[in-house]
């Protein structure tokens, strides 16, 4: 009987991920016809910047050091504390009960010293199969002053995001796990400042979602023990926000994940892992519009509602494919460790020049001493680059408790 229920349940898991990515190809396979329909001459424009515009781009930084120093990877890398922001599905393969973690990261600090982006994180495994997990994001922009059009200060304010989330892991088999996740928003720019005869401010929330799966199987190549995975996480599926009461609201940072990693044992004290990345934000690209009459030449009206905007960002680049392709920022990175204590890693970050134009490379390291870990990461902008980041060390403290009990599976 216990077996007829685990066969119907893999059976009805794997229906469930057919249709999934059935799902996902309708609009891929709509904006391929698209692209289809662009002729040479109306992708002229495709040279100058068409960046995608969000609000609360805070939830896309890289918040701990181990990820962000190996490129900002982390769909399918190994799962640990701060698996949170990258895959929570990863939870669910983790080897220890609990664990928290956190992370520090300072903001332009060549410029200014009151800017930073703080991450905690914790996780609790309460039997083999489920684990949950929780964070809080919190990004201080620093003190603004506020004036009138005579200079008079009129306002001191400390500008802050921040989002607190939770999320509920599980494995499914061996080899596959999901989660779910959700999360509040809350970002508060001008503390309900507003010039005279300007919509009144206020502070800007949301609630959003997260939704990914996991997979890892183990490989045998040389003799030598490894491992191969892929991981996805559709997060920040959520309500647009709105910082007046205006009509106007922005889209906040629905983002596609998708990642891969091979891991070697090389003998019983070093290991090495390769991970890559891809992200696309699912929220819609502004069209081109006709100097004289103002009206869409080229793309899609990009005021639609939530999951509209979500599919419609498939194939709605005034580009077409073409731009599309520029959409996907892509990652890779490398991981050395030597006797499970001592970790080496170097990644880099590549964004196309018309939608963001964000290159570079990242060094880092990490030590862990039983229960105790600390890493760190530094970025370093290609040439040319300009970077919030650059010359900035990032560091992050965690704390795994109690090796997986006995008989449990890893």
Do not use: C
């Amino acid at each position: 009987m216990l077996s007829f229920k685990l066969d119907l349940s893999t059976k009805i898991f794997k229906t469930m991920i057919k249709k999934y990515f059935a799902l996902l190809l309708l609009p891929i396979l709509f904006f391929f016809n698209s692209a289809q329909a662009q002729t040479e001459e109306d992708l002229s424009f495709l040279e100058g910047l068409n960046a995608l515009s969000v609000a609360v781009p805070f939830l896309l930084i890289a918040p701990d050091s181990r990820a962000a120093a190996m490129g900002d990877v982390g769909a399918a890398s190994t799962p640990d504390a701060n698996s949170q922001h990258w895959n929570p599905a990863k939870y669910a393969f983790i080897s220890k009960d609990k664990g928290i973690s956190y992370s520090y990261t300072p903001w332009l600090n060549n410029l200014i010293k009151d800017m930073d982006l703080n991450y905690l994180v914790g996780y609790y495994r309460f039997d083999d199969k489920q684990v949950i997990s929780a964070s809080m994001l919190y990004f201080s922009m620093g003190t603004i002053i506020f004036t009138d059009d005579q200079g008079t200060k009129l306002l001191d304010h400390n500008a802050n995001e921040f989002s607190l989330d939770m999320a509920y892991s599980r494995k499914f088999s061996e080899k596959i796990a999901g989660s779910i996740g959700f999360r509040y928003i809350r970002s508060d720019l001008t503390g309900g400042f507003a010039q005279q005869g300007q919509p009144v401010a206020k502070a800007g929330n949301s609630v959003a979602a997260d939704i990914s799966m996991y997979y890892e199987t183990p490989l045998n190549i040389s003799d030598k023990a490894s491992q191969l995975a892929f991981g996805f996480n559709i997060s920040n599926i959520g309500s647009k926000i709105s910082y007046n009461e205006e009509p106007i609201k922005q889209f906040i940072p629905t983002n596609l994940r998708v990642g891969g990693r091979f891991s070697v044992d090389m003998d019983m004290y070093n290991k090495l892992s390769f991970i890559v990345d891809a992200n696309k934000l699912l929220v819609p690209t502004p069209p081109i519009y006709d100097i004289i009459t103002n009206e869409i030449q080229y793309g899609y009206d990009s005021d639609v509602p939530l999951i509209t905007g979500m599919f419609q960002s498939f194939y709605d680049a005034p580009g077409g494919f073409r731009e599309e392709i520029r959409e996907i920022s892509l990652a890779g990175g490398l991981e050395y460790v030597y006797a499970g204590q001592f970790a080496l890693r170097a990644g880099y970050f590549g964004e196309h020049s018309t939608k963001g134009n964000r290159k570079y490379f990242t060094i880092g390291a990490g030590v862990k001493y039983n229960v105790f870990n600390l890493d760190f990461a530094y970025l370093i902008p290609t040439a040319g680059q300009s970077n919030p980041l650059a010359n900035t060390f990032r560091f992050t403290l965690g704390f795994d408790f109690e090796p997986a009990r006995k008989g449990k599976k890893k």
